[in-house]
Structures are given as structure tokens and as C-alpha cells.
């Protein structure tokens, strides 16, 4: 008796450990099954099958950017349209990491815990997903890059909806290059550059530069000062593009003078400008609808005062990513607040994970901003010249011509908003090795924010 009862023992202890095991694996089983059923190792779902009766994706207006038919997936008759959407939309495969078809595939196919994919079509429950951005934008803002590589992105400051989102090199998601891994043309084909991809942020820096000097001392507007073209911080030199002569806080950020705001952000010191380039999003993704960017970086802990002068004029080791220029743009646009933007209009029908974003963010004072914004809209009017940009429009602005070394030609950058209330749009563009940021970015934008006004007021 005694012999059967000490060898039951193991056996219970075997038994209660399988329960055990079984439980743990059923929970894991309904907590992660959708999850696991979209993970690019599940052949099911990662080729064109998956997609085979997904939900139809459609821009602000209804247009449709992707649907199902007979078992396969259809995109916009239109093949810049299908180039210009290819990194929201995604293609067949998986490759693009933060395109909806790639994110939201479980909800797009349909899945079912009980069913998984092969749910019977009485209760297949594939959802559809509706975007803010506008196809026709889009396309124009492809179009303008002109095979260059680079990124737009635009979006309602008041609303948060993105209204353009566009990155190259594309490809056509009917015609994916079969040499797409080893053609240099192809280069990271697969990432989002407006919101995965970071760039030295050049002049348009001055504006974080000019918010934490603002924050730290209202006087400071009143700073004048005598550029030379160069002006020694530390053991070296900040130089200017051109000596820029007698200019004031307002002057030195509409010639973009490098001494001036070096210079702030040395006397500023590494803490405050840490706290502002923090403020207006650096160091920290921007999440939306479930979608993490890279984060943009301002690191300064082991920068010397002349380090310290040139992350002021965003050099460096400062990097940012479109998305965020953009977001700290709206934030000088909206008295101080930068809305988070918002890519899905549905996303409360998908998943939890859909709705998940960052918190709008107060990025600066209202007083800075207002300072701001007249400062960038009297840019454009005396500097870089109204007619560059839309006459339909009122434009705030500033440009970047970031250096990157090895002998090649400069990121051309440009962010800014217009101040407009039925078209409250902030932006920004980038386009690699354009050089000037005033004759490569600003036409880029000037293309882009044109079809917008009149797609926004036409509609
Ligand atoms: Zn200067």
C-alpha cells in the first residue's frame, strides 16, 4: 500500500504539470493567435493567399486603393497612384513593415479564433479600412519628387489626418523588381522614409534651437548681432553659408545664420537644449494607430562646445525623422500643441491596437509659437518669396540644406504649415543629396500643398 501510494506520487506531480501546461498553452493559444497568424513565418497569410478575400482599402474619399476579387488582391487602376500609396497600402508580401496591409492583416483577412483563416464566407468577418490621406495628393507629391529619393508628409494640425504620406524609391506593388534586394536603385524600397527613416534636420533645427532660447528668456528676440560669416565656439569655427551682417533673432532665422543659433544653443547649454529638442519629440517615437516610428535623436552628453554650437543648426549627430519635423511644425502652427496624426478614420472597428497613439503634446509655449509662426510666415514673404509656394496659400516656412559627408550633395529639406482655417495643413519634405533645400524641397512642397488646397476646397 505504502510502495503504491510514494509511486502514485510522480504521477499526480506528472499530471498536474500537464493541466498545467495545457491551460498555459490555450490562454497563450487565444491571447496571441491573431498575432501569430500574421507573423511572416505563417505561409498561409504572408503570400498573396492571405489577402486573397481581405477587406477593400480606401482613401478619404472612398477611393479605392485595394480590394479583393476571385481570390486576388486588385490595387488602383492608376500606377503612380499604386507607387505613391505603395507604403501605406503595402503590397502582397510583408516586406513593408508599417503598411496596413502588413499591420492590420489579421483584420483584413478576416481571421477567426475558431475558424482561423478559413472561416466559412456566412461568417467571415474581413474588415475594410478607410484612410485619411487623399489619392490625388498622393500622386502629386510622387510625381513632384521626380524619381529622387526622399519623403513627403502632410497632415490637418487642427484634426490630425494625414492628407499625404509618400516615400521613394517605390515600386509598383503589380511589378515588384525581381533585383529589388541588389539594385542600389531599390535602397531601402521597403521602409517608410516619412516615418522610418532619420536625416541630419540641417537649418530646420534653428526652429528648436530658437523655441528653447525663447522658452528659456522672452529677450532673447531682441538679440542682435554682427555676422562674419563665422564666429568661434570652443576650439573651432561655426561657419555661416554667407556672412548675413547686423541681424536680429528674427533676421539671423530668415537668412539662416549658423553663428547666431550656434551660438544660442552653446549658451543655452547642453540640459536646456536637451529639454527642448525632447519637448518637440526627440528621443521618443511618435506612435499612431499602433504604427512606431524611428525616433528622432538629439544627444549632446559627449559633445564639445563647438559640437554643442553646430547641434544647434541640427548638425551634429542630430537626425529626425519627416513625421516629426512635421509634428513640431504643427505645433508652431496650433499655439504650441502638436496633434499627434492619424493615418485610419476606422481604426475603432479593427483592434484595440488600432486606436493606440501618442498623447497630442504641448511642445512649446503659446507665446514661442506665436513668435515662431511670424517669424516663418515673414520668411517666405521677404526671403524666400510667396510665389515659390502656392499664391492659394498662406505659408510659414523653413528650409535645411543638411551636409552628410563622403563628397556628397547636401539632404534639401523643407517644413513649415499653411495659415489657413480651411486648410490647416503642416509639413515637411525631404529629398537625398537635392542639395538646396530652397530650390530642391520647397518645389516639392509648393506642388503637393497646391493639389491639397484645391482638392480640400473642391471637395
Ligand atoms: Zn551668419
Redesign the pocket.
Known sequence: MRKTRSRSFPVLIMTLAFFAGLVYFICNLINNAPQWSSVPWNGHISDSDGLSNAGVITDVNGVVLARSEDGKRIYNDDENVRRACLHIVGDNSINIASAVQTMYRTELSGYSFLWGLGSPEIVKQSKDIHLTIDYRVQKAAYEALEGHRGAVFVYNYKSGDILCMVSTPAYDPYNVPEDIETNDEYEGAYINRAISASYPPGSTFKLVTGAAGLENDPNVINYEYD?T?RDKIGDNYII?YA??GHVDFAD?LM?S????FGKMAFTLGKDKMTEQAEKMGFNSPVVFNGIRTISSSYDVKDATDNQLGWSGVGQYTVLESPINMAIRSASIANSGVGITPQLITNSADLSPAASEKTEDRRMLSTMTADSLKKMMLRTVTNFYGSYRFTESLTVGAKTGTAEVGDGKAPHAWVTGFTEDDDCPLAFSVVVENGDSGISAAIPVASAVLTKAAEVMRND
Do not use: D, F, M, Q
Not at 545664420?257 to 547666431?260: G, H, I, L, S, T
Open positions: 555676422c560669416g555661416c556672412p548675413s539671423a537668412y545664420c549658423n553663428a547666431y
